[in-house]
């Protein structure tokens, strides 16, 4: 057979065959001879020119570098798919994102030619070497259960995990919830020193923003709105290292917490100004105001289960809850000293009365006694007495002269209460209004 073989190779070079003609002629031959034709088109024949399965697992933890003085070069691609939670209490945000990498290993390469044009195969993560990358803001999250990567003839290698990681996050809350936040996700690879490997970005953020927009999963509270991404060499006690952070920002929809915490906490407040105007009873007034009062006070407890509990500025949102808390307090205040003022007034008044009262008769008495005391009476007639009408007429007169006066100072008082508070209403409103804003 070998004979035959030679035989035909011999004669194809004399005659000009190519090739594939003498690849035809190959397996005519192995079929006259019975023996079945091998075939060099197949992925197990890569993977055994590879010599993947024969040594050790010592490449897959190595380093595939050629030149000492040329770092491995490891290019990164970033796609945002969905913001999952963000919690303020904790300070943490959950990301999905897509990682792509790619980098060479000049040891695992192959000519296509020699394996009918297969220029890719697929295989586990452990075959041959990849970069360790680690998430610097990571705190938890799920490991991607994507275990494999891409091989080109040349050397090129790609590898595609999705991650879901939960990370630390400086959550600037002043302006909830009217706020927008960064959030860092810092990649590296501590293992490595700079010399030996570095990591760059293989797109512009312009790129990678169109491309997380277009595939992005959720929307829900936040809304995904830039993306930077910053390269820099961090300096530590072991050497330095080659880091790559993607800043993320996010802007929330604050749609939600109106509806549930602004508008009716405005609503109580109007209610509150309502009762303070209206023409009600000062009783009845505080009865409405201290319920009022504590309808607001439910809706700062759902507030505080929200917020984080340590900030270095009270979020404008606390402020306007505070503010609008200590003005129906003070409205309350307000109401206390009208009722007040009206309870002296009435005290004042009904001793005032008493008072005149008893002046009144003492100086009618006393002249009646004199003259009684002088002109004995004589029989069948009258005491001289002042004429009944003009008693009638004078007493009224001297009796509500000075209570008149003194209720003239209530209304006024009320009006300079509650104007000045109004006052102070808009004021406050203005502030934080333009704190949100701003």
């Known amino acids: 057979m070998q004979q035959a073989f030679i035989a035909i190779l011999t004669f194809s070079l004399g005659t000009g065959y190519e090739l594939p003609d003498l690849f035809l002629l190959q397996v005519e031959l192995f079929s006259l001879a019975g023996a079945a034709p091998r075939y060099i088109c197949t992925y197990y024949d890569v993977v055994e020119y590879l010599n993947i399965s024969s040594h050790s697992k010592l490449h897959a933890h190595i380093l595939p570098k050629t030149d000492l003085n040329e770092p491995v070069e490891v290019k990164m691609d970033f796609m945002l798919m969905a913001i999952l939670s963000v919690v303020e209490k ?49 705190v938890n999250g799920q ?85 930077s991404i910053i390269e820099y060499v961090e300096d530590l006690d072991d050497g330095q290292f080659s880091i790559v952070t993607y ?12 509806l549930n915490l602004i508008l009716p906490t405005c609503a109580l407040y109007l209610l509150d100004m309502a009762v303070l105007f209206g023409p009600s009873s000062l009783e009845e007034k505080i009865s409405f105001q201290i319920a009022i009062i504590l309808g ?32 129906m307090i003070m409205a309350v205040l307000y109401t206390f000293l009208l009722l007040h003022q009206q309870h002296k007034s009435l005290y004042l008044d009904k001793a005032l009365r008493s008072f005149k009262q008893d002046v009144h008769t003492k100086l009618t008495v006393r002249p009646m006694t004199n003259q009684s005391m002088k002109h004995p009476a004589k029989d069948g007639a009258q005491q001289p007495n002042l004429p009944k009408k003009a008693q009638d007429k004078e007493q009224p ?29 808009l004021v406050f409103f203005a502030i934080i209004s333009v704190k949100w804003s701003s």
């Open 90 to 138: 904790l300070q943490t945000v959950t990301f999905y994102f897509v990682l792509n990498l790619e980098w060479e290993n000049t040891f695992a390469t192959w000519n296509p030619q020699d394996f009918c044009n297969i220029s890719r195969i697929i295989l586990p993560m452990g075959s041959y070497w990849s970069p360790p990358i680690f998430i610097l803001e990571r």
């Open 143 to 227: 490991s991607p259960n994507l275990d494999y990567m891409s091989i080109r003839h040349n050397g090129g290698f790609n590898s595609t995990q999705p991650f879901q990681a939960t990370l630390t996050c400086s959550l600037m809350i002043f302006k909830f919830p009217f706020d927008t936040q960064t959030c860092n996700l810092s990649i590296a690879s501590f293992l490595y020193p700079v010399t030996d490997l570095v990591m760059k970005t293989k797109r512009t953020s312009a790129d990678m923003m169109r491309d997380s927009q277009s595939y992005f999963l959720t929307d829900g509270e936040w809304k995904f709105t830039n993306l």
């Open 247 to 258: 800043m993320i920002s996010m802007e929330r929809r604050p749609t939600l917490y109106i």
């Open 296 to 327: 607001s006070s439910m809706l700062a407890v759902i507030l505080n289960n929200i917020l984080p509990t340590s900030s270095n500025r009270p979020p404008v949102i606390v402020v306007f809850f505070l503010g609008t808390f200590l003005l």
């Open 397 to 425: 007169a001297k009796c509500h002269r000075q209570p008149q006066e003194q209720d003239l100072f209530l209304p006024v008082l009320e009006k300079v209460l509650l104007y000045s508070h109004f006052f102070l209403s």
